[in-house]
């Protein structure tokens, strides 16, 4: 059966993008994406008062992202990113229903893939949260594309906690990832996908353990891209836009999500509190 063609003609460039993740990770997505558009207006929802995602409960993750991607459609967003890799592992489907092909939705998990399947990739490490991992669904998204590359993926859940508790360049972040990385599943790998938005935030210390063994990818950059090129190809792209806007909506404001949003995006910006 052929597939029917998306149309998104209602739609017009100067709607904003819609962002949302549990917390401070997305802001890695975020910032590439206002790097590569930088005439785009950004809305972005931070569920910090539910994060981590990693740990809840499918039926959770699900829940909290209907709610979001209801509030971004109602905040008039021409696409939905979902900048959060256990949300699009555990709710991608259910967001797609939701949407219904209003606008186009953008996850974190699949142009990743599709990028690692087409390239020189043998051994192919992940680390991500459990509910991710347990999803398998970077393994199932590379080997749709290329079943010859091996995909071991490991769950790393004190990851996402010590970053949105701040303890970035800090000893004990240090010996977290020592001690994931060292982890035998990971032995011989040559390339690590960072699978939780979250860990770009770490991308030094990371690339620090490996040295130059083991190619880390920057996936912020490859969602940034597929976005860009989705907003192209429906003549959504804002190129005409002198003063493009940034708002940031949290079901909890923390100090943290403060300090990370003000470094990225300018001491300027305002942190407005919306429960779901």
Request: a positive charge.
């Amino acid at each position: 059966m052929k597939k029917k063609k998306q149309d998104f003609s209602h739609l017009s460039a100067n709607q904003p993008i819609g962002i949302f993740d549990s917390g401070v990770g997305g802001l890695t997505v975020a910032k590439e994406i206002k790097r590569l558009l930088p005439h785009e207006d950004l809305i972005y929802f931070g569920d910090t008062k539910h994060l981590p995602y990693g740990d809840k409960s499918k039926e959770a993750i699900v829940e909290y992202s209907s709610k979001i991607t209801n509030f971004l459609l109602e905040k008039n967003c021409k696409v939905i990113v979902i900048a959060c890799n256990s949300a699009t592992a555990n709710a991608l489907t259910e967001v797609l229903d939701l949407v219904a092909e209003k606008v186009p939705v953008i996850d974190v998990i699949n142009p990743v893939a599709e990028k690692v399947s087409y390239e020189i990739h043998n051994n192919v490490g992940v680390i991500a949260t459990k509910a991710t991992v347990n999803s398998g669904l970077y393994r199932k998204s590379i080997r749709k594309h290329n079943k010859f590359i091996k995909v071991d993926e490991l769950a790393t859940p004190l990851l996402v906690p010590a970053i949105e508790e701040g303890f970035k360049n800090h000893p004990i972040t240090h010996a977290i990832i020592y001690n994931y990385l060292s982890n035998n599943k990971l032995k011989n790998i040559e390339t690590l996908i960072l699978g939780c938005t979250h860990y770009p935030l770490l991308i030094d210390e990371i690339k620090q353990y490996y040295g130059n063994r083991v190619r880390v990818i920057d996936s912020p950059n490859i969602v940034a891209n597929q976005l860009k090129m989705i907003l192209e190809k429906h003549h959504l792209l804002n190129n005409d836009n002198p003063k493009p806007k940034t708002h940031f909506y949290l079901s909890d404001i923390t100090k943290n999500f403060e300090k990370i949003s003000k470094k990225f995006f300018g001491k300027s910006i305002e942190l407005e509190l919306k429960v779901l």
